[in-house]
């Protein structure tokens, strides 16, 4: 293997310097990077020239429009399928129970990948089937995360029909249940979707922050109950940052 080309390393490491944070003086970038002033001189210049920084009328930089363009084109041609199932799979090793994967399509969400349980008792689930986005918790977290209009549209066009003994049907207690998944970052489901069924979900973002998925872990309820679940939390959480990151997510500070 080649060794790395000093000039192309050290301009990267200019770059990540802002990826926390947004804005950065010349002065600031010396400070941060650690680097002799002539040699920083020259690389900003030519990644400026290169439109992959641009200098606002203070003097500061920032990541060139170039970045915002790039990112489009992989956020586009990324497949949440293909990013998703090597991390799925890895969950599925930790937990032994089924991982989803579902997407929004219109007022419902749509199972598009999974990997199933190693337990011998199994629910229905399969790649192709629809549920209502209030009913479980891999479609409910979709909701929570959609943006804020766009929620409320929905909630009030849509009729709240009880699935299994366990599907939420006062409107109330769902915009509750919403409110705490925004500020948690998670949500969980018993037998909403199939009788004494449950799930634990997390959120799939996009480098512009905006929900393109979900991701949960799902089984009998018996391996869900409350002293189980911060274990599962977890564990499905950070499953679904790392399928984030791969669309380019970064949280908010």
């Keep these: ?40 001189y020259r690389m900003v210049v030519s990644l400026e020239e290169m439109g992959l920084l641009d200098k606002d009328e203070d003097g500061k930089f920032s990541l060139g429009i170039l970045f915002l363009q790039f990112g489009h084109l992989v956020s586009e041609r990324l ?3 293909q990013a998703a199932l090597p991390i799925m799979k890895k969950l599925h090793d930790k937990v032994g129970e089924a991982v989803h994967l579902i997407v929004q399509d219109g007022k419902e969400a749509i199972y598009i990948e999974k990997v199933d349980t190693k337990q011998r008792l199994r629910h229905y689930t399969a790649i192709g089937w629809r549920t209502p986005l209030y009913a479980g918790a891999c479609s409910r977290v979709i909701l929570a995360f959609l943006p ?70 799902a089984g009998l309820d018996v391996n869900y109950q409350k002293e189980m679940l911060p274990s599962l939390v977890e564990k499905v959480k950070s499953a679904a940052f790392e399928i984030s990151r791969e669309f380019g997510y970064i949280p908010p500070a």
């Design 148 to 217: 804020h209009d766009e929620r409320e549209q929905y909630l009030e066009q849509i009729e709240l029909k009880s699935i299994a003994i366990g599907t939420i049907t006062d409107e109330e207690r769902l915009r509750i249940l919403l409110e705490e998944t925004q500020k948690t970052g998670y949500t969980f489901s018993h037998s909403e979707l199939e009788n004494y069924i449950s799930a634990v979900a997390a959120p799939i973002f996009n480098y512009k922050g905006s929900i393109i998925g979900g991701i949960s872990i």
């Design 79 to 81: 497949d949440i399928r």
């Design 1 to 40: 293997m080649q060794s790395k080309n000093k000039t192309v390393v050290r301009s990267m490491d200019i770059l990540n310097l802002f990826l926390t944070h947004s804005k950065l003086s010349f002065n600031e970038v010396i400070q941060f990077s650690g680097r002799p002033k002539s040699s920083v």
